[in-house]
């Protein structure tokens, strides 16, 4: 019952700390899809606004200069023809023409027109009348240099051949009119009227759009932590890529905890063996006198170092296993030397190969630098030359050689051993696979231990039979660009 207790408390606190983690990652001031998208359409509506405003300004002053020109030569053609009856009464016709002129003005102030109209008549050279004497006798024009600081205006002027009248009438083109309260507020009260309707339409649509998300977000949330079957494709394009990405994560990951559960059960079943002679061999010991019996004490104690020993060296092996089989990290690893690296490691494996009486042969002619993990470099080299080391006959030579090649660099490593038939070349990169009837103690590791030592390394092997058909031609390819240096050569 306490151990329950425990077992409870103990995953109250693991979730207890994981909801705190998950917490502590959360922005404090998380950015807003939905608000970004609401501006960016708002951004939109107000561009569109802002052209227009600017088109419908432009518009109106091509089209106000259109038609007060259009409207001042039918003023014209009417005042003259209102005015021709009464020209040989001077004082009638300017009656008249001061008449027509406060009609003008009346209609001018109802319309809150704040543009000007001078009207001149003539008969023969005497002015009978000017409605503005105020101003100057030559008014500005649209588009001339006078009208940038004042208003221009348009001119017409229409004449009576039968009476000799004439008739001027110059009418004010007010553009900044658009400018001042009263035309911005004409010209912006339907666009402002209408920003709501357009808002309210654009925050549905966004809303409504990121429902797809919402409920994509939500069906992840609900998902075991131990399902990582891959998602069902979407039906919306924009999302496709987001499901891939996260069936491709999910992929990985799944990969990453089989390779754990594989690696857990192999080295299980692995120290089953040395580590049962171990505890056989630790019981001998404690049962029986080493007075009583010498010799059967000091085959005890023999049999009990090589389990320590066989169990010492499955456990590193499994361990190199692994670190050879890590898929490479996002950061570029080091351009390192391979002559340097391989040497290194010979000069290390040299006792070994000294207690069985092997020499050991280097040649590099050329020295190859590449991106390269030290670490499983090193134990590449390490079990292609140990393998070599084992199998050869005591007395035997082993060679290592490194060239250069068209694109990349070659590593080999040839021993005297027995070779390994056609047929089992590609068994033996299997994990604990060993060659029928092996004399050799081992745990069956060290080729697959190379094999994903090189492929961390971008480089691959081959097993070949020596160059008279006898031992083992073991060769591994190093791709990809390199750099040379002057040729380096080792014993």
């Given at each position: 019952?306490?151990s329950?207790?425990t077992?409870?408390?103990?995953?109250?606190?693991?979730?207890?700390?994981?909801?705190?983690?998950?917490?502590?990652?959360?922005?404090?001031?998380?950015s807003?899809?939905?608000?970004?998208l609401?501006?960016?359409?708002?951004a939109?509506i107000?561009?569109?606004?802002?052209?227009?405003?600017?088109?419908?300004?432009l518009e109106?002053?091509?089209?106000?200069?259109?038609?007060?020109?259009?409207?001042n030569?039918a003023h014209?053609h009417e005042l003259?023809?209102?005015?021709?009856?009464?020209?040989?009464?001077?004082?009638r016709?300017?009656a008249?023409?001061?008449s027509?002129?406060?009609?003008?003005?009346?209609?001018?102030?109802?319309?809150?027109?704040?543009?000007?109209?001078?009207?001149?008549?003539?008969?023969g050279d005497?002015?009978?009348?000017?409605?503005m004497?105020?101003?100057?006798?030559a008014?500005p024009?649209?588009?001339s240099?006078?009208?940038?600081q004042?208003?221009?205006?348009?001119?017409?002027?229409?004449r009576?051949?039968?009476?000799?009248?004439v008739?001027?009438?110059?009418?004010e083109v007010?553009?900044r009119?658009?400018?001042t309260?009263?035309?911005?507020?004409?010209?912006?009260?339907?666009?402002?009227?209408?920003?709501?309707?357009?808002m309210?339409?654009?925050?549905?649509?966004?809303?409504?759009?990121?429902?797809?998300?919402r409920?994509?977000?939500r069906?992840?949330?609900h998902?075991s932590?131990?399902?990582l079957t891959?998602?069902?494709?979407?039906?919306?394009?924009?999302?496709s890529?987001l499901?891939e990405?996260?069936?491709s994560?999910?992929?990985?990951?799944r990969?990453?905890?089989?390779?754990?559960?594989?690696?857990?059960?192999d080295a299980a079943h692995?120290?089953?063996?040395p580590?049962?002679?171990?505890?056989?061999?630790?019981?001998?010991l404690q049962?029986?006198?080493?007075?009583?019996?010498p010799?059967?004490?000091?085959?005890?104690?023999?049999?009990l170092?090589?389990?320590?020993?066989?169990?010492t060296h499955?456990?590193?092996?499994?361990?190199?296993?692994?670190r050879?089989?890590?898929?490479?990290?996002?950061?570029?690893p080091?351009a390192?030397?391979i002559a340097?690296?391989?040497?290194?490691?010979?000069?290390?494996?040299?006792?070994?190969?000294?207690?069985r009486?092997i020499?050991?042969?280097f040649?590099?002619?050329d020295?190859?630098?590449?991106?390269v993990h030290?670490?499983s470099?090193?134990?590449?080299?390490?079990?292609?030359v140990g393998?070599?080391i084992?199998?050869?006959?005591s007395?035997?030579r082993?060679e290592?050689?490194l060239?250069?090649?068209?694109?990349?660099?070659?590593?080999?490593v040839?021993?005297?051993?027995?070779?390994?038939?056609?047929?089992?070349?590609?068994?033996?990169?299997?994990?604990?696979y060993r060659?029928?009837?092996?004399e050799q103690?081992?745990s069956g590791?060290g080729?697959?231990?190379?094999e994903r030592?090189?492929?961390?390394?971008d480089?691959?092997?081959e097993l070949?039979?020596?160059?008279?058909?006898?031992?083992?031609?073991?060769?591994v390819h190093f791709?990809?660009?390199?750099?040379?240096t002057?040729?380096?050569?080792g014993?």
């Amino acid at each position: 019952m306490a151990s329950s207790k425990t077992i409870n408390a103990n995953k109250a606190f693991n979730a207890s700390r994981t909801s705190r983690a998950t917490e502590a990652s959360k922005p404090a001031n998380p950015s807003s899809l939905f608000r970004r998208l609401l501006l960016g359409f708002s951004a939109v509506i107000l561009l569109v606004f802002v052209a227009g405003f600017v088109y419908v300004v432009l518009e109106a002053r091509a089209t106000q200069r259109f038609r007060t020109d259009a409207e001042n030569r039918a003023h014209t053609h009417e005042l003259l023809l209102m005015v021709s009856p009464l020209a040989d009464s001077p004082d009638r016709l300017r009656a008249a023409a001061v008449s027509a002129e406060a009609v003008r003005v009346e209609m001018f102030r109802e319309l809150d027109y704040r543009s000007h109209v001078r009207v001149r008549i003539w008969r023969g050279d005497a002015l009978l009348y000017n409605s503005m004497p105020d101003l100057p006798d030559a008014l500005p024009l649209p588009d001339s240099p006078q009208a940038r600081q004042v208003n221009g205006w348009v001119r017409a002027v229409e004449r009576d051949a039968a009476t000799g009248l004439v008739v001027e009438r110059s009418h004010e083109v007010d553009d900044r009119w658009m400018f001042t309260y009263s035309g911005v507020s004409f010209l912006l009260r339907s666009t402002i009227f209408s920003l709501p309707l357009l808002m309210l339409p654009a925050w549905l649509i966004v809303g409504i759009g990121l429902r797809p998300l919402r409920r994509f977000a939500r069906d992840i949330e609900h998902r075991s932590d131990q399902d990582l079957t891959p998602l069902p494709p979407s039906d919306y394009r924009e999302l496709s890529p987001l499901v891939e990405s996260l069936n491709s994560l999910m992929a990985r990951l799944r990969k990453r905890i089989e390779h754990e559960h594989e690696f857990l059960t192999d080295a299980a079943h692995e120290l089953k063996t040395p580590l049962a002679a171990i505890q056989l061999n630790a019981h001998l010991l404690q049962t029986r006198s080493a007075d009583a019996d010498p010799q059967r004490h000091a085959e005890v104690s023999e049999g009990l170092r090589i389990g320590l020993a066989r169990a010492t060296h499955l456990v590193n092996q499994l361990l190199a296993l692994e670190r050879a089989r890590a898929e490479p990290g996002a950061e570029r690893p080091p351009a390192l030397s391979i002559a340097t690296l391989v040497r290194e490691r010979l000069a290390a494996a040299v006792p070994l190969a000294l207690q069985r009486g092997i020499d050991i042969d280097f040649h590099a002619d050329d020295e190859c630098v590449r991106p390269v993990h030290q670490e499983s470099l090193f134990a590449l080299v390490d079990n292609l030359v140990g393998n070599a080391i084992k199998y050869s006959p005591s007395g035997g030579r082993i060679e290592v050689r490194l060239h250069r090649e068209t694109d990349g660099c070659r590593l080999t490593v040839l021993d005297e051993g027995p070779g390994i038939p056609p047929a089992l070349r590609q068994r033996v990169f299997e994990r604990f696979y060993r060659l029928p009837g092996q004399e050799q103690p081992g745990s069956g590791l060290g080729l697959a231990i190379a094999e994903r030592a090189a492929h961390r390394n971008d480089a691959r092997i081959e097993l070949a039979p020596g160059p008279d058909g006898g031992g083992l031609n073991a060769t591994v390819h190093f791709g990809g660009a390199f750099e040379a240096t002057p040729a380096m050569d080792g014993v």
